[in-house]
């Protein structure tokens, strides 16, 4: 089965290597100039970046047209992720997808609401028929906004083709300004297997680089015995942007020979969570720096590599000299390059690195349970990338379940029994506690005197308790106010700890829908979405935290 899989991900690299990308099919989905403040296959915080992040000036609420025609094949609104997502099918077989808009076109916007209150939900994901919503190209489709995860204005854009593989827009023919090759952060030596050594250690070990020229680099000589690594920091930066974006190629060279090479063309979202198989994760944890091994290790499962020789290993003989290539390139042609020499020499240990041991081994192909104190921690077959020992311990009342520099595929039960059953357990809570001692909620679940959270955090637990209700204020009115020229009724809401889970409001005891922002905490009402037929009007919002605990507020507001 490992082998077919491998012969798959290995054919799907080679068609993509062979295909070519229809280049003046899609138009810009903006009237403004593409300017880019995220690129395609960029780092994030475990996933792959599948599009990419187009400026909109610092504004919201630009047009966004259809980039070809096609029909509305989907369309999904979350407090989170995406936002407000359109996704168009196309003739050809590809998909566009627009995300983190502000609202839709009038068109859509009418069909969209109807369902909404048909459902009597903000957040909803509908399926049209195909030739139900049919756009031309160009055509108006939506407007361009902040919703969701965004961190600022600007627009989300993507292509996927037939098997919803997100494929990078840039292949299409796109004109982005790019005159700068990427920039070269730092490079970094590993040993990797037992025996190996670089620099009299077996630590990660930083190369000190000489600028030769604007764009290439040379290292010290390291001296190495057996089986090592390199990984590189590196960003890439367009014209007219000072964002720091993804690099689209990383390939090796031993004496002028490449041995491993990789490119951000395709990737499958099935996959994307291995990025913290590609990056040195205990480093981005612990410094925030995303250091790109260029190196296979054996529980990569990426298709993103077009050349592995050796899994990208670099074997290191005694009494030999080699001169590694370390090349980061952009999809515009620009590369920066770092010349390594290598000196393979007998050495001895004398940094060892450190590496923790327990009792409590975990065999990664299996299911684990373990006691710790009070807690029971289930991890499911594959819950990690490899096997490894763990550190789990009670302390006082604090569960340590490892810690947080280790990645995690899936997520983990973690159980916690109380002293007794309590008459308020429904207000108990499981809580992950940060390294600054924040409480952050885990979605909890109850079951006699157990506490039961699904993760996959790691690091330090703890019980904790919610009594009290979230708040409710109005934003921009006041009760008993008249509202005939506002366009929109806003309120404030927020919760203290375990974070508001659900909220409802009805005006004359009828539903009205209301649009949550989490990053501004705000709920907000269109006036116009009902034509009340009275002017004296009685607001009645409730909404809920993640324990139950629940806060009414009350108003009147008059409209003409």
């Known amino acids: ?78 407090h989170y992720g995406y936002g407000k997502a359109i996704y168009l099918s196309h003739p050809n077989g590809y998909t566009t997808v627009y995300a983190h808009l502000q609202s839709f076109s009038p068109k859509l916007q009418a069909y969209v609401k109807e369902k909404q209150y048909q459902k009597q939900s903000y957040e909803i994901e509908l399926f049209p028929e ?59 030596g590993y040993a990797l297997k037992s025996g190996s050594v670089i620099n009299n250690t077996n630590n990660r070990i930083e190369l000190r680089l000489t600028k030769k020229d604007e764009n290439t680099y040379l290292a010290d000589k390291i001296y190495a015995q057996g089986t090592i690594g390199l990984g590189v920091e590196t960003y890439d930066q367009f014209d007219m942007a000072y964002n720091k974006n993804g690099a689209y190629k990383i390939c090796t060279k031993i004496d002028g020979v490449t041995n491993f090479e990789y490119n951000f063309t395709s990737f499958s979202f099935s996959e994307s969570r291995y990025i913290n198989t590609l990056i040195d994760y205990p480093t981005y944890v612990n410094k925030r720096k995303r250091i790109q091994k260029c190196y296979i290790e054996p529980y990569n499962r990426l298709s993103i ?84 020992f763990l550190d789990l311990q009670q302390k006082g009342d604090t569960i340590k379940i490892h810690n947080h520099d280790v990645p995690m595929r899936k997520n983990y039960t973690l159980s916690l029994e109380l002293d007794s059953i309590k008459a308020d357990i429904d207000k108990y809570f499981i809580a992950s506690i940060s390294d600054n001692g924040h409480l952050s909620y885990q979605n909890t679940y109850r079951k006699s005197n157990i506490l039961s ?72 009402y269109d006036l116009s979405d009902i034509d009340f037929k009275d002017t004296m009007h009685r607001l009645e919002v409730v909404v809920t935290d993640n324990v139950g605990n629940s806060t009414t507020y009350k108003a009147v507001f008059h409209q003409k």
């Open 1 to 78: 089965m490992r082998t077919l899989i491998f012969c798959s991900l290995f054919f799907t690299q080679f068609l993509f290597s062979q295909q070519t990308f229809p280049q003046d099919y899609f138009q810009s989905p903006l009237g403004i100039p593409i300017v880019l403040s995220g690129s395609f296959g960029e780092l994030r915080s475990n996933h792959f970046h599948s599009g990419l992040d187009i400026k909109t000036q610092q504004r919201e609420g630009l047009d966004v047209f259809a980039a070809a025609q096609g029909y509305v094949s989907r369309i999904k609104i979350q």
């Open 130 to 188: 195909p030739g139900e919503l049919s756009v031309a190209k160009g055509e108006l489709i939506a407007y361009s906004g902040n919703t969701g995860g965004s961190g600022g204005p600007h627009l989300h854009y993507e292509i996927r083709n037939a098997n919803s593989e997100p494929i990078n827009p840039l292949l299409f023919g796109y004109q982005v300004k790019d005159t700068k090759a990427p920039r070269i952060l730092g490079v970094y």
């Open 305 to 388: 590599y077009n050349k592995k020789d050796n899994n990208g290993l670099i074997t290191v003989e005694q009494g030999k000299n080699y001169t590694i290539h370390l090349e980061v390139s952009d999809l515009a042609g620009n590369v920066s390059v770092v010349e390594i020499p290598i000196e393979g020499r007998k050495q001895d240990l004398l940094n060892a690195r450190e590496d923790f041991e327990s009792e409590n081994y975990l065999i990664c192909e299996r299911d684990n349970i373990y006691r710790a104190g009070k807690a029971t921690i289930y991890f499911p077959k594959n819950s990690f990338y490899h096997d490894l």
């Open 453 to 524: 959270t699904r993760t996959r955090t790691l690091g330090d637990f703890i019980v904790s308790k919610d009594t009290i209700a979230p708040t409710i204020r109005p934003s921009n009115f006041q009760d008993g106010q008249w509202l005939s020229n506002f366009k929109t009724l806003k309120l404030i809401i927020t919760d203290d700890l375990s974070g508001i889970n659900t909220y409802k409001a009805t005006i004359n005891n009828q539903w009205v829908l209301m649009e949550y922002d989490y990053k501004e905490n705000t709920l907000t």
